[in-house]
Structures are given as structure tokens and as C-alpha cells.
């Protein structure tokens, strides 16, 4: 049964629920306020992360949180501000860092991101794309031995979990990496974790839906939704009106705007990270995770980069010097050669996540609303969710059994 699609929102999330509901025999537009060549899903570190099925709510991340709140370069900086919706997602927040939150979230964190390396390959393989895509697992670089420790730990539950991971020691780590050289005092293995190179994926899939007919609406902003009996009849944008049988919203860190519109108060707060890319000869050939400094490493196609921080602070593109020094002095420090000059550091560029409170993404419909689906709130792990996501809004909306189940990623779930 072919259905009319409206997508909000043109980043990673929004084109793979595009490309899934094509498949489906589906009439797809997608609407996005920017040109579509920026933001999060063109600066992540392009992983594929099993590995990371801990959410960001966990115990003690509430703590640190206030502790680091007046540096503004730590890992996690939450900037204090008087917003109603701040406020409320910060209780959530706390109230989410729990065993008990990290218990519930572990499987269906590394559902979503198992199924989605699957369906990574199967994309490139079904569509002749070339975008790199390459398994060669991921390093957790400790430069202390608390920090070990606590790596150690993570990852006797990722063996529980079934993951392919183990402790390597130094000389293992050099035999893996011969051609850098790394201040590390040890290192955790994750085999499982696939990395890529965001842009070519992002260029590939648009083209693809391009050449497939689905309409690409990009510069325009979408103002209104009309609901009539807790249905949308129609979207207005700064330009037209639309009608659709069904609409997506993946809207990212902007999704909560658009969700009062139907009465719902979706959790949400913009997560900043940034990223510095380097053309020097790094000699990196493993993505790794500088775990001290929460910074990732990925050799991509032609270039290094280096990413990270969560930066908590509302919706703005601002640059922070001082945050992007804090990620070039991580990577000279967990590699005494490598050193980002001013030109990198100045070409630096940002992304905002959408964070939801206990580390879970919003997929599914709320009941305000019988006709819109959702479709974000996964924090940094919107890469590696993105292809499973778009499978199962694709499922959604075909009234089709869900390929994973979704229970607690309802966006109508109380924090």
C-alpha cells in the first residue's frame, strides 16, 4: 500500500527513514531548514559502535556533570541556564542515572546498533555504493590505570552481551599499531565496531534517493503543523503548504519544537560536539577512543579526525576555542608525534546531537498525534543507529511487525 511521506529533517536519520520508506513503494519528500551539507551527521566520527551500548545517563555522570560545570573544557560541560524545558530535562537527567536505567537501555542500545551495521553492508552491497566502510574494530586508549580499570570493567559486560572484545596488552597494541606512537598505559579491543567516512555516505544515499524521485525541500523551515482529530492535515514551511498520509519527524536537536506543536513536550537538549581534521600523514590505521579526554580517532577516507566533548548548552553554532584545544592537546598527548596546527584547529566545525534523558532515541508515535512518526533523541549514537532506525520507521508506518522492539524508545515514555 503505497502512502505519501513527509520527512522532517535531512540528516543521517531523516534520509535512511527516506530510503527504507522508498523501498516500501512510498511517495517521500523531505523538508530541512539548512542546505544539507552541515551539521552532526557530516561531523561525527563515523562509527559503528556496538561498543558504546553504556547510555550517557549512568551513574555518576550527574556528579561529574557539576563537578566539570564551571570548566568549560571538560568531556561533558552542562552550561547552567533558567529554561523551563532545560530544568525539566535535567530532573529527567538525574533521575536516569541509574543500574537500573543502564540495565533497561544495554539491549536495545546494542540492538539498534548491531542491526544497523547489518544493514550498513547490505546497503553498500545492494546499491553499488563506494563509501568507505571498513570493520577493523576499536581501540580504548588508557593512559591510567583507573581508567583501565574501568575500561576492564565495561567490558566483562560487553562479553556478557556476547560482543567480540578482550584487553590487549602494550605489545599487542604496538603489533596492531606499528606506525604511531602512543602514551597509553593500556587498551581494551572492541573487534566488533565498524567506522566510515560520514560525507561519502550522506553524498551517496542523497544522490541515490535523488535519482529515485524522492523531493528534496531544503532552505525551508517548517513553521506549522494543522491537526485535525489528532491528525496532521497539513505542514506549512516559510514557503508552502503540504499534505502528506504521513509525516517523520527527524528533526534532530530541533525536534522538540516541533513536537509542542502537537502537544507533546519531548525531552530533549542539543549535545555540541566538534571535530578536527587532519591531511598530515598520522600513521593511525584503528579508530580509537582516547579515554581519558572522551575524544575519537578515526582515520577516514584521505583524513584523520579527531572528535568529541557534549556540550550541553541550547542551540547555537558556536565555535569554542577553548574546547577545540582540548581535543588538539588530548591528541598530542595520547600521541606524542601528532601535533594539529592552527590552520586544523581553525577549520574546526561542530554538530548538535539530540540528547534525550536516559540515553534512548524517540522512534515511534506518541498518542497526540496518530499520523507522526518520531524519530531522534540518539545523542551521539545517531551514526550508529541510523540505518536500524530508518528500517523501523519504514515498519512503523507499513503497520509491519517491528524488527526490534521499540517499548523503550516510546516517545510518550515518563522519565
Known sequence: MSKTIIIIGGGIIGLCSAYYLHKEGCQVSIIDQSNMDSGASYVNAGYLSPSHFIPLSAPGVMKKGFKWMLNPASPLYIKPRLDPDFLKWTLAFNNSCTAKNVKKAIPTIKGLTLLSQEFYDAIKQDENFSFQLEK????MLCQTDKMLEEEIHTAEIAKSEGLDVSE??????????????????????YRCDSHSTPQEFMMEMKAYLIREGVEFFTNEKVEDLTLVNNKIVSLKTNRQTFQADEFVLAAGSWSTFLSKKIGLNLLLQAGKGYRINTQQPTGISIPAILAEAKVAVTPMNGFTRFA????????????????????????????????????????????????????????????????????TGHAMMGWSMATATGKLVSEIIMEKPPTLDLQNCHPDRRF
Open 308 to 375: 568529541g566533548t557534549m556540550e550541553i548548552a541550547g542551540i547555537n553554532n558556536a565555535i569554542s576555542a577553548i574546547r577545540v584545544e582540548t581535543i588538539a592537546k588530548a591528541a598530542s598527548q595520547f600521541y606524542p608525534d601528532i601535533t594539529l596546527n592552527e590552520l586544523e584547529k581553525n577549520d574546526a566545525a561542530s554538530g548538535l546531537r539530540p540528547v534525550s534523558p536516559d540515553g534512548l532515541p524517540y522512534i515511534g508515535k506518541s498518542q497526540k498525534c496518530s499520523n507522526l512518526t518520531m524519530a
Open 136 to 139: 577493523k574494530g576499536l581501540l
Open 168 to 189: 590487549i596488552t602494550l605489545t599487542e597494541l604496538k603489533t596492531l599499531e606499528p606506525n604511531v606512537a602512543m602514551s597509553a598505559k593500556g587498551a581494551i579491543y
